[in-house]
C-alpha cells in the first residue's frame, strides 16, 4: 500500500496535481477561520461555547465546514453554488433552450455554467442578507449579539463580503476541477465535511457519557464504520450489460465480431441525489432567512421547519427522516435519467452495428436498457435513503443530536471513493499499481 502512494508521487504531472489540490485545501481552510468584519469577536467566542450540535444551522455549518459558527469570509461555503447547480438542472429539463444548450457540447455547458455563476452570485446576496439579520436578532445564536452596531453600512460591508468569499470558494472549485485532481466543488465538501468530524465525534461522546465506548458510544461507531464499508461495497456493485458486434467486411478485411459489455452501476448517481437532497431541505429556511420579519405567523413557520425539517433542538425529527428519504429516492431517479439516456445509448449501439443478444436493436433496445435501469436504480436509491438518515434514526431513538448524519458519510466515502479513481486511472496510464486494485 505504501508503494503504491508512492507511486502517486512519481509521476510528475499528478504530482503537481495532487500538491495544487492539497494547496487549494489550505486557501479554503484559512479563508474559513478570517472572520468578516464589522462583527462583535467577543460576542463569536462566547456563542462557539455555547454552540449545539444539531438544527438546520448545524447542518449548514457542518457544510460550511466550521466557518458558519465563525462567521467568517467562507460562511456560505458551496451551498449557493449546489442551490444554483439544482435550480439550473431542474430548468434544463422544462425549457428547451437551456436543453438545447446542453445538447451542444462543450459550448453549450459553458453557457450553462456562466448563468450557474451569476445565480451563486444572487443567492448568496439573498442569503448573505438573511444570515446578517439572523446573527444580529440572535435567532441562530441563543439571543447573543453578533453584530451590536448594526447599521446599514456595516450590513452592506458584511454581505458583500461574504458573498466575495462565495464568489472565491465556487472559483476554488473550478480551479481544482481544470487543475487538480478530481471534482473541486465535491472535494471542497469533502474537506468542510471532514474537518468537523473530530468536533462532531466529541459532542457525541459527551451526550452519551464516558462509560459509553461500549453503550450508545460504540453502537454509534460500530453503525459508522459498517456505512464506510456498505458504501464502497454498493459503489463496486453494477450490471453488466452485454453486447454484440456484428462481422463486417470491408476489403480484405473483417471488422466486428467482439463483444463487449454496457456497466450500470447499482449507484449510477453516486453522492449527487444525497447533495441535492440536503441542499433542498434548507430552501425552505434560506428562503424565511432572507425574509428579516418579526412576524408572529413566520416565527411560527420558522420554529417548524427548524424543529420537523432541519433536526432542531427538541432532538432528530421523524418529518426530517421521511422527507429526506423521499428526495434522496427522487434525486437519484432524476439524475440517474439524466446521466444516462436509453434512448440515445440504444441509437448509438445500432450504429456502430452492436446488438444485446436476444432483442431487436432500436426501440426494443432502448426499452430493454430502460427496465434494467429502473430495476437496479430502485435498491440504489433505497441503499442510499437508508445510510442516510440511519444516524438520524438513532438519534431519534435516543434523543441526542448526532450532526454528522448519513449525508456527510455518504458524501466523504463517495467523494473520496471517485477521486481515488481518477487517481488510479492516472497511474494505470503509465503502468503503476492503482490504489483501489
Known amino acids: 500500500m505504501l508503494s503504491i502512494y508512492r507511486n502517486m508521487f512519481k509521476v ?24 468578516v468584519p464589522g462583527i462583535d469577536l467577543d460576542a463569536v467566542r462566547l456563542f462557539q461555547t455555547q454552540q449545539q450540535a444539531g438544527g438546520i444551522y448545524g447542518l449548514l455549518n457542518l457544510f460550511s465546514g466550521g466557518a458558519l459558527e465563525q ?33 451542444e457540447g462543450e459550448s453549450g455547458r459553458k453557457v450553462i455554467t456562466q448563468w450557474t455563476r451569476y445565480m451563486t452570485v444572487i443567492l448568496a446576496l439573498i442569503q448573505s442578507t438573511g444570515f446578517t439579520f439572523l446573527f444580529h436578532s440572535g435567532r441562530f445564536t441563543n439571543g447573543i449579539d453578533l453584530i ?67 453503550g450508545r458510544f460504540g453502537v454509534i461507531t460500530a453503525v459508522f464504520l459498517f456505512m464506510i464499508v456498505a458504501i464502497i461495497f454498493v459503489d463496486q456493485g453494477q450490471r453488466r450489460i452485454p453486447i454484440q458486434f456484428a462481422k463486417r467486411v470491408r476489403g480484405r478485411r473483417v471488422l466486428g465480431g467482439q463483444s463487449t459489455y454496457i456497466p450500470l452501476k447499482v ?32 416565527q411560527t413557520i420558522f420554529r417548524w421547519i427548524d424543529d420537523n425539517l432541519g433536526a432542531g433542538q427538541r432532538g432528530v425529527s421523524w418529518w426530517y427522516i421521511a422527507i429526506l428519504f423521499g428526495l434522496i429516492v427522487f434525486f437519484t431517479y432524476f439524475y440517474t435519467a439524466i446521466q444516462f439516456d436509453p434512448e440515445q445509448q440504444a441509437e448509438m449501439i445500432q450504429r456502430q452495428g452492436g446488438f444485446i443478444p436476444g432483442v431487436r436493436p432500436g426501440r426494443q433496445t432502448a426499452k430493454h436498457l430502460s427496465f434494467i ?45 471517485e477521486t481515488m479513481k481518477q487517481i488510479e486511472s492516472q497511474l494505470t496510464m503509465r503502468n503503476y499499481e492503482g490504489i483501489l486494485s
Open 373 to 417: 435501469l429502473n430495476r437496479i436504480t430502485l435498491p440504489g436509491s433505497i441503499f442510499l435513503g437508508t445510510i442516510a438518515i440511519l444516524p438520524a434514526i438513532a438519534g431519534a431513538i435516543w434523543n441526542i443530536q448526532i450532526s454528522f448524519s448519513g449525508v456527510s458519510i455518504l458524501i466523504v466515502v463517495g467523494v473520496a471513493l
Open 12 to 35: 510528475p504531472d499528478l504530482r503537481a496535481k495532487i500538491l495544487f489540490t492539497l494547496a487549494m485545501f489550505g486557501v479554503y481552510r484559512l479563508g474559513a477561520t478570517i472572520p
Open 267 to 298: 449507484n449510477t448517481a453516486g453522492v449527487i441525489p444525497v447533495i441535492f437532497a440536503t441542499s433542498v431541505l434548507l430552501i425552505p429556511t434560506l428562503i424565511i432567512t432572507a425574509i428579516p420579519s418579526d412576524a408572529a405567523w413566520l
Open 71 to 103: 462567521f467568517s469570509v467562507f460562511a456560505l461555503g458551496i451551498i449557493p453554488y449546489i442551490t444554483a447547480s439544482i435550480i439550473m438542472q431542474l430548468l434544463t429539463v422544462v425549457i428547451p433552450r437551456l436543453q438545447t444548450l446542453q445538447e
Open 148 to 214: 451590536p452596531n448594526y447599521t446599514p453600512g456595516r450590513v452592506v460591508l458584511i454581505v458583500l463580503t461574504m458573498t466575495a468569499g462565495t464568489a472565491m470558494v465556487m472559483w476554488l472549485g473550478e480551479l481544482i476541477t481544470q487543475r487538480g485532481v478530481g471534482n473541486g466543488m465535491s472535494l471542497i465538501i469533502f474537506v468542510a465535511i471532514l474537518s468537523q468530524f473530530p468536533f462532531i465525534f466529541g459532542q457525541v461522546w459527551s451526550q452519551t457519557g464516558a462509560a459509553g465506548l461500549f
